[in-house]
C-alpha cells in the first residue's frame, strides 16, 4: 500500500477531534463563574420567616461578600409564585421547599436543590384559641376552615396529608389562602380559618398573645415523624439545572456562604443568631423573636446534605398530596432533583 497522505489522516483524525471538544467544554463549564458584573437575584419564600434564616444571615454575617458574590435577596411569601421566577429567569435561585423541584418536573421543569438546610418542615399547625376545644386534631378537620400560605404551597400539600391519614379528603374541609406573619393572625382573629399552618416567628407571636394553640408541631424531628410517618427535607437553595450545570463556580460560592451559616446556627445560641439579624425581623420584640429561633433552629442541618430516604419521604407526600405528581410517582427521577456535590466540596474546603 502506498502510504497515506498527510491531509488524508488530519480529514480522518478531524470528526473525533471534534467529537471531543463539546465533552471538554461541557467539563468545563461547571467551573465557570456567572458573569462578573452581575447580581444574582434569590427569592426567599418570606425573608424573615426562621425556616429559610439561613440566606439573610449569610447576607449578614458577610459571607456572600466573602466569597465575591453580589446577592440581592428578595422576599415573597408564596412557594409557587417564588418558582415561577425562577422559571422566567428573573431569578438565579430560590430559599423555598425542596418539594417544588419534584412537582415542576411533573411540568418539564429541571431545578435541583444544591444545599439542603433542614430536614424537617418547621411548620406548626395551630389551632385558634376559640376552636382549641373542637379542633383537638387532624382527625377533626373535616367542616372546618384551614389556613395554608396558597394553593399548591407546601403548606397545602402538608395539611392535606395530615388530614388524608385521618381519612379525610380536601374536598372535606375548606382550604383558605391566608398567606403568612401578619395576614395568618389577621385570618385567626377574624374566623377566617379555625386553624392553619404556620412558621415562626408567626407561631410564638400568636400563642404569646393567647390567640391560638399547637396542633401538630413539625419543629423537630420527633414531632415530624409522629405527624407524618418519616422526613420531610424543606428549607433549600434550588437553581434551574441549566444554570447549575453553566455556573458550577458561582454555585460553589454560593453552597460554600450557606454551608458557614448553617454551621453557625448550630454553634451558636438563638440569642447570638437575632442579634446578627435585621432589627425589624424582631417586630419590636426582640425576647419573643429569640424564642422564635430557638424554637425552631433544630430543624436546620449542619452540613447542607439530603438526608437518607429524605427525597423519597417527600416524594410519597406529593404522591397523595399534589395534583401534578399524583399518578406520575413512578416516573419521577429523584436524581435530578438534587445534588451534594457543592455541600460536600465546601465540606472539605472547611476542613482544612
Known amino acids: 500500500m502506498f502510504p497515506r497522505p498527510r491531509r488524508f489522516i488530519l480529514a480522518l483524525l478531524a470528526p473525533a477531534v471534534a467529537a471531543a471538544i463539546p465533552l471538554g467544554g461541557c467539563r468545563d463549564s461547571r467551573h465557570h463563574d456567572a458573569p462578573a458584573d452581575g447580581t444574582i437575584t434569590i427569592i426567599v419564600g418570606g425573608i424573615d420567616k426562621v425556616i429559610y434564616l439561613p440566606a439573610k444571615l449569610s447576607e449578614q454575617l458577610g459571607y456572600f461578600a466573602d466569597e465575591g458574590l453580589k446577592v440581592r435577596l428578595l422576599s415573597e411569601q408564596g412557594g409557587s409564585t417564588a418558582e415561577i421566577s425562577l422559571i422566567s429567569g428573573d431569578a438565579q435561585g430560590v430559599v423555598g421547599f425542596y418539594d417544588h423541584t419534584i412537582d415542576l418536573q411533573t411540568k418539564g421543569k429541571c431545578i435541583q436543590s444544591v444545599v439542603q438546610m433542614a430536614n424537617i418542615p418547621g411548620e406548626v399547625e395551630v389551632v385558634s384559641t376559640k376552636m382549641a376545644n373542637i379542633i383537638k386534631g387532624p382527625a377533626d378537620f373535616r367542616g372546618k376552615k384551614l389556613g395554608y400560605t396558597s394553593p399548591g404551597s407546601s403548606t397545602d400539600f402538608l395539611t392535606q396529608y395530615?388530614?388524608?391519614?385521618?381519612?379525610?379528603?380536601?374536598?372535606?374541609?375548606?382550604?383558605?389562602?391566608?398567606?403568612?406573619?401578619?395576614?395568618?393572625?389577621?385570618?385567626?382573629?377574624?374566623g377566617s380559618i379555625d386553624?392553619?399552618?404556620?412558621?415562626?416567628?408567626?407561631?410564638?407571636?400568636?400563642?404569646?398573645?393567647?390567640?391560638?394553640?399547637?396542633?401538630?408541631?413539625?419543629?423537630?424531628?420527633?414531632?415530624?415523624?409522629?405527624?407524618?410517618?418519616?422526613?420531610?427535607?424543606?428549607?433549600?437553595?434550588?437553581?434551574?439545572?441549566?444554570?447549575?450545570?453553566?455556573?458550577?463556580?458561582?454555585?460553589?460560592?454560593?453552597?460554600?456562604?450557606?454551608?458557614?451559616?448553617?454551621r453557625y446556627i448550630a454553634d451558636h445560641s438563638a440569642a447570638d443568631i437575632a442579634s446578627k439579624m435585621p432589627?425589624?425581623?424582631?417586630?419590636?420584640?426582640?425576647?419573643?423573636?429569640?424564642?422564635?429561633?430557638?424554637?425552631?433552629?433544630?430543624?436546620?442541618?449542619?452540613?447542607?446534605?439530603?438526608?437518607?430516604?429524605?427525597?423519597?419521604?417527600?416524594?410519597?407526600?406529593?404522591?397523595?398530596?399534589?395534583?401534578?405528581?399524583?399518578?406520575?410517582?413512578?416516573?419521577?427521577?429523584?436524581?435530578?432533583?438534587?445534588?451534594?456535590?457543592?455541600?460536600?466540596?465546601?465540606?472539605?474546603?472547611?476542613?482544612?
Not at 425576647?287 to 419521604?313: C, V, W
Request: hydrophobic share 40%; glycine share 8%.
Open 195 to 262: 386553624a392553619g399552618m404556620t412558621t415562626d416567628p408567626t407561631v410564638a407571636q400568636l400563642l404569646r398573645a393567647g390567640k391560638a394553640k399547637v396542633l401538630v408541631d413539625m419543629r423537630t424531628e420527633e414531632g415530624t415523624r409522629a405527624a407524618l410517618g418519616g422526613s420531610y427535607p424543606s428549607s433549600s437553595l434550588y437553581m434551574n439545572c441549566d444554570y447549575v450545570a453553566r455556573y458550577g463556580n458561582t454555585v460553589q460560592k454560593l453552597a460554600n456562604a450557606l454551608v458557614k451559616s448553617l
Open 279 to 352: 432589627k425589624d425581623f424582631a417586630a419590636g420584640n426582640p425576647a419573643l423573636y429569640i424564642e422564635a429561633i430557638h424554637d425552631s433552629k433544630t430543624m436546620f442541618n449542619r452540613d447542607g446534605r439530603m438526608p437518607p430516604d429524605g427525597a423519597q419521604d417527600v416524594l410519597e407526600v406529593l404522591g397523595r398530596c399534589s395534583a401534578n405528581v399524583r399518578g406520575k410517582k413512578e416516573s419521577i427521577d429523584l436524581s435530578k432533583t438534587y445534588t451534594t456535590e457543592f455541600v460536600d466540596q465546601a465540606a472539605r474546603a472547611l476542613a482544612k
Open 162 to 190: 395530615l388530614a388524608i391519614q385521618h381519612g379525610i379528603s380536601s374536598a372535606d374541609y375548606t382550604g383558605v389562602k391566608a398567606g403568612a406573619g401578619s395576614t395568618f393572625i389577621a385570618a385567626i382573629d377574624q
